[in-house]
């Protein structure tokens, strides 16, 4: 498969019971603005980026209980861990329910539920690469350089450590070796 091919995330698309509660939570919690949607609410798509027209998908007519979500995850970069500290405040400020936040030695993440039971993940690359899974519990209320400092301890102590320059340099030779079988 050729580089230009390579698929990437472009959208995610729940099925949901509730959809103007779904639509306020993503708005105002997550920051996302509605796009576009059918008028008579079956569906409503979300962004919050101007070069995606949706990146998350509401559709009404969700087929199992409201207890079962219908997503594993959804996972959305949000650049730095000020910003997943940002997220980690303002759900929790939410009230949003099973708030975790969770360093995987690669990324400082903080997971929630939305109000239909979705998990969420909020999350920022760290500059370490270590073997995963890996995930251990994180305090979002320290401060960055606190994190920081821990974090790259715990990840210096990990087999198969390394900076995360040097992982994606040896990740695309295996790309690179793909692409050309």
Not at 135 to 145: H, N, P, Q, V, Y
Request: net charge negative; glycine share 6%.
């Amino acid at each position: 498969m050729t580089q230009d091919y390579a698929p990437r995330l472009s959208h995610v698309g729940l099925y949901v019971t509730d959809v103007p509660t779904m639509i306020e939570f993503y708005t105002k919690v997550l920051g996302f603005v509605v796009s576009d949607g059918a008028e008579d609410g079956r569906i409503t798509f979300l962004s919050r980026n101007p070069a995606d027209h949706h990146q998350v998908v509401l559709v009404r007519g969700r087929q199992t209980g409201s207890d079962t979500p219908m997503v594993q995850q959804v996972s959305f970069n949000v650049g730095t861990l000020a910003n997943v500290q940002r997220a980690y405040r303002k759900v929790k400020a939410a009230g949003c329910t099973v708030i975790d936040p969770r360093c995987h030695g690669n990324a400082w993440s903080v997971y929630f539920s939305d109000p239909e039971g979705n998990r969420i993940e909020m999350f920022c690359d760290t500059p370490w690469y270590v073997p995963q899974p890996l995930g251990f519990e994180i305090d979002l209320e320290k401060s960055e350089d606190e994190l920081y400092r821990e974090t790259e301890a715990i990840c210096r102590a990990k087999p198969g450590f390394q900076p995360m320059e040097q992982w994606r340099a040896e990740i695309s030779k295996k790309i690179a070796a793909q692409a050309e079988a």
